[in-house]
């Protein structure tokens, strides 16, 4: 049987591009006592796959040159020689950017069980992106009803579900997000209560208007230039959740930019850092709550569904470029 991969060919400076890809053709090993072999269906695009491809201030092992792109997917098992799993259970895991995967169960991250809802969702608003948002925004950003939550990157796929989830919890959402049709997405579908294009003249003033008691909340996915608008803005005691640096384009050299101490210190405001990997644990808590909010309506997606392998090399560019409208998969 054969396997086409992605394999990483070269380190990028900044965001990888499809010249730092190549498609292979390998054959499907054959099964080591312990492993499942998965065949694919849906391959997930992650903008943090930047971070996971530089060899600086990641949190997690680079991707080696001659690898296959790491990746999370989602597909059925096929083939066994594992007590726990058989061929016809589909899981979701780290089974990387190929078609077919042979792996051992801690490659693992959950049996899909939601047979009801679309397969892909399980790598997008019932996977990584949803859980992130549920967890980053209650556990760090201890949302109160009556709260302003702003959150940049809104109609993204973490974006539009921290945006909802707050909506749920009684909050007043302010989203932020690129060009004129995502901020009606953030309005019409996610239902932002304001909702500001931040490459259009005046967005941050438009940011202050829609924050007239400050902002308590600040889901932050992007750093750089819309961070440096939304701090002064804090509420006394807010909550800073940095989820993603998608605005800086790299880390070699160490940018530098406002300094946010004074802020934090005259709003004693807090600023913490979350990585999901940190809290894979509460995916069994997480990702039944999370289906039960899409069912009812009050969680509404996106996706933007890419075919075949070959879409995977340019894939992240695109994510960088602002391409994607909702959360990005390639279906094999
Ligand atoms: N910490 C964690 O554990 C964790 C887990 C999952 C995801 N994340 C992070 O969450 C963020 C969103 O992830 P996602 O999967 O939902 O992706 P996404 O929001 O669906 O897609 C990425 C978006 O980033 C925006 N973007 C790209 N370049 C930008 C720039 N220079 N300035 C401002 N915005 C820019 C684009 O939206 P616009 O067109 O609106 O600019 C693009 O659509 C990412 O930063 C990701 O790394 C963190």
Known sequence: MTNRQVVLTSRPQGVAQAENFAIVERSVPRLKVGQILVSNRFLSVEPAMRGWIADTAGYARPVEIGSVMRALAVGEIIDSRHPEYHAGDIVTGWFGWQTHAAVGADAI?????????????????????????????????EPVAGDTVVVSTAAGSVGSAVGQIARILGCRTVGIAGGPAKVAQCRSIFGYDAAIDYKAAGWEAAISDACPDGANVYFDNTAGPISDAVHPLLAIGARIVVCGTAAIPAWTPWPSGPRVERHLLVKRARMQGFVIFDHMDRYADSVPQLATWVRSGQLRYQEEILEGIEACPDALAGLYRGENTGKRVVRL
């Not at 009801?116 to 790598?123: E, G, H, K, M, R």
């Not at 019932?126 to 209650?138: D, K, P, Q």
């Open 109 to 141: 991250v959950r049996r899909v069980t939601e047979t009801d809802l679309p397969l892909s969702l399980a790598l997008g608003v019932l996977g990584i992106n949803g859980v992130t948002a549920h967890l980053a925004l209650t556990l760090i950003g």
